[in-house]
């Protein structure tokens, strides 16, 4: 009873119907596979359809199918055994690409000419932690469901540790991001900000205006002041517009959220730090009329403060960076995506004050809101402002209303999942990050980008990346040369010249990598996959592969073809029995 349930069982495991059904189901998947390659990228069709555990248990399944199939008709006859031989070639065959997949390493190593490496990158996502230059921790983020194409608002992850009462917390996760700034009341130092709504005809726009910094709605300019005393309110609400003043002004630095106020002229002779963030900031020149010189950059044409700009150097154990900030237009640099949305640099130039905007928002010692606005004949009116009441101002048209008061204004960066088919994509995880009896602090870290935060006076580095795999050697690149085709510039034929370094016993191996010529060491494999000319030098990217699978899908593919031939020459065998039986026959009759 045991043996006929059993034989029930491999018979319908090992059934044409289902073989045929999961023939199917695999043609329509590569199908889906395709179109999603198409219309969304290559690394989508591969998470979501060939590398999906669905995708996998299918091809599972159908090696079960197949095994079945032959066992079902054991012992075999000798007409049959091509039959078998095929069904065996392509068990073989599936099992070498399973073992690809559950055993095999895949992954790149992108290296420029002098250049060498000891790591090469994975498939995966990991989040590393350094300490100034030096890495402390590295978590694979995959571990915790992250990497992929969904979504997750909540993962419910406990903290990890990563140096002595330190933890970092996993709090959500998107596989795609866009970065949205926000204005937050959590600052850990006082700094004021108010949200207003301005109404200009039937226009309506909504911003943030931060103490002591000039915003522009619709060519409107607007400010916003804090008096300290009853004595400095006086003199802002009563002050005339004023001329040219007696310094070059200020310039404001927001990192990670908080926002320092530096005179340009402290910064002019040498490097000033900035607080406790591990940076410094240094004015390399002011430009009282700055414009775009003919041959590119910036240049100044006069010494009247038409088009103020200042050139700042920043720098930190991390980058140095040079940036240009223009006092009429301070979001040049982020609108033409030329800087780095975590950390702006704006300068404030002394000679268009702040409370001479046709706008200026004053708050008093106790809170309190007053206008000042300055007409187009230079006459100034006053007026107290209540909080979330619409009020109609002097200036022709123009209406505002306070929505928001913060007294602890920090402004910062969320990150939002954009809408649409996204191909280059930049994923993004939000943390928690804790330190002894420091309140904890969230933050969104991009992939490819990394976050600089300061803890106890200690600066770190939060970086997402793809996930690193150690060689167990060190490849370095002599030299890379690339072929084109004469009379045109496509590639013909691109090669690597590398030394490998194996420390274990100390020898050099000089290797030469070319298209379809790999080359072998340590278990892996290497070939020459692509090179990239985008940045100053040229760089060659090689394929690292380890892959246990392939030996046995290549004797997978020479049994299946012998089966075939063996089925081929079984059956014409047959057919030539069966003309000879009709022969002898038609003869006997």
């Given amino acids: 009873m045991n043996e006929n349930l059993l034989m029930t069982l491999l018979r319908a495991l090992g059934s044409l119907r289902l073989a045929a059904a999961l023939l199917i189901l695999v043609l329509v998947a590569m199908g889906f596979a395709t179109i ?9 069709a591969l998470a ?3 590398l999906s555990s669905w995708f996998i248990a299918l091809l599972t399944i159908m090696c079960v199918n197949i095994l079945a199939a032959v066992i079902v008709r054991y012992p075999f006859p000798k007409h049959k055994m091509g039959f078998i031989i095929t069904h065996l070639g392509i068990i073989l065959t599936l099992g070498g690409a399973l073992m690809t997949y559950f055993l095999g390493v895949n992954g790149n190593i992108t290296l420029a000419e002098g250049e060498q490496r000891s790591e090469f990158v994975l498939s995966g996502d990991q989040l590393n932690i350094y300490r100034g230059n030096t890495l402390i921790s590295k978590i694979d983020l995959g571990e915790y469901g992250m990497g992929g194409f969904e979504s997750e ?3 419910s992850i406990e903290p990890i540790a990563f140096a002595e009462n330190m933890a970092i917390e996993p709090l959500a996760y998107l596989p795609h991001s866009k970065p949205r700034s926000v204005v937050t009341n959590n600052a850990p130092r006082e700094s004021h900000a108010l949200h207003v709504k301005f109404i200009l005809g039937a226009h309506e726009h909504e911003m943030w205006l931060f103490e002591d910094r000039k915003e522009v709605v619709d060519g409107l300019g607007a400010t916003y002041v804090v008096a300290k005393d009853d004595i400095e309110l006086g003199q802002l609400m009563s002050r005339k517009a004023s001329g040219d003043g007696v310094s070059i002004g200020h310039v404001y630095v927001t990192i990670s959220g908080n926002r320092y106020k530096l005179n340009v002229e402290e910064c002019m002779d040498t490097p000033k730090s900035i607080e406790q963030t591990g940076y410094s900031i240094k004015v390399l020149r002011y430009m009282p009329q700055a414009r775009v010189a003919a041959k590119g950059g910036v240049e100044n044409v006069s010494d009247k403060p ?8 920043l720098t930190s154990d991390q980058s140095n960076e040079k940036r240009i900030a223009f006092a009429k237009y301070p979001n040049l640099g982020s609108m033409h995506g030329e800087e780095d949305p975590e950390i702006k640099v704006v300068f404030e130039a002394s000679g268009a004050s702040m409370p001479d905007s046709p706008i200026a928002i004053v708050q008093g010692p106790n809170g309190d809101l007053y206008g000042r606005f300055t007409l187009s004949r230079g006459q100034v009116v006053t007026a107290e402002l209540p909080r979330q009441e619409r009020v109609n101002t002097p200036i022709s048209a123009v209406s505002l209303e306070v929505l928001q008061q913060f007294d602890r204004a920090m402004a910062g960066i969320e990150m939002v999942e954009p809408e649409g088919i996204v191909k280059n994509r930049v994923p993004a995880v939000q943390v928690r990050i804790t330190a002894g009896e420091n309140p904890p602090s969230e933050l969104w870290l991009r992939k490819y980008r990394a976050m600089p935060v300061n803890i106890d006076g200690v600066s770190y580095n939060f970086a997402y990346l793809t996930k690193q795999a150690d060689l167990g050697f060190t490849i370095r690149l ?20 590398i030394t490998i370094i194996d420390p274990s016993n100390g020898e050099e191996e000089t290797r030469l990598i070319k298209m379809n010529h ?3 060491y340590g278990g892996y494999t290497f070939f020459q996959s692509s090179y990239d000319q985008s940045r100053d030098a040229e760089r060659s990217t090689l394929s690292v592969a380890r892959d246990p699978g392939m030996n046995v899908a290549f004797a997978g593919y020479i049994v299946l073809i012998a089966g075939m031939i063996i089925v081929m020459l079984t059956r014409a065998q047959e057919h030539k029995l069966e003309m000879e039986l009709l022969e002898a026959m038609d003869q006997g009759d």
């Fill in 36 to 44: 999603a390659e198409k219309n969304q990228s290559t690394e989508y």
């Fill in 48 to 50: 979501n359809y060939y």
């Fill in 153 to 155: 608002d909540n993962l």
């Fill in 306 to 313: 038409i088009n103020p700009a200042i050139e700042v150097e």
């Fill in 478 to 497: 002599n030299d890379f040369k690339k072929t084109t085709y004469p009379g045109t510039g496509a590639p013909r034929s691109f090669e690597s010249n």
């Fill in 518 to 520: 790999p080359t072998e």
